[in-house]
């Protein structure tokens, strides 16, 4: 059984910066992925970033390639998400999820059902 807890969610202004963390914890599972999905008002829930933990591998959407970035502590199964220009449309609920069960290919990494554990989600409000 895994957990998840994120934190870091906020309200900022445009152009801010805002750091998101998620804490994996459980008894002896194995974490091949960890990953940042996002889903704002109307819209249907998209893919951020990911890291394969095996070699730390880093995957990123387009559209936030460039403003965000991920991270790990891998001892501690952490995941990170560093968030920069902070743009109105970044707002969303954004959440967390672990793979626990196999190692994760380009395709399944990028895809909600890659991952079998979510986190309940903290929102991020970029508004002036």
């Known amino acids: 059984q895994v957990q998840l807890v994120e934190s870091g969610g906020g309200f900022v202004q445009p152009g801010g910066s805002l750091r998101l963390s998620c804490s994996a914890s459980?008894?002896?599972?194995?974490?091949?992925?960890m990953a940042w999905f996002r889903q704002a008002p109307g819209k249907e829930r998209e893919f951020v970033a990911a890291?394969?933990?095996?070699?730390?591998?880093?995957f990123y959407s387009n559209s936030m390639k460039g403003r965000f970035t991920a991270s790990r502590d891998r001892a501690k199964n952490t995941l990170f998400l560093q968030m920069n220009s902070l743009r109105p449309e970044d707002t969303a609920v954004y959440y967390c999820?672990?793979?626990?069960?196999?190692?994760?290919?380009?395709?399944?990494?990028?895809?909600?059902?890659?991952?079998?554990?979510w986190g309940q989600g903290t929102q991020v409000t970029v508004s002036s």
């Open positions: 999820a672990v793979n626990t069960r196999s190692r994760p290919i380009q395709t399944t990494i990028k895809s909600q059902q890659g991952y079998d554990t």
């Open positions: 890291i394969r933990w095996s070699d730390n591998n880093a």
């Open positions: 459980g008894h002896t599972f194995t974490n091949y992925a």
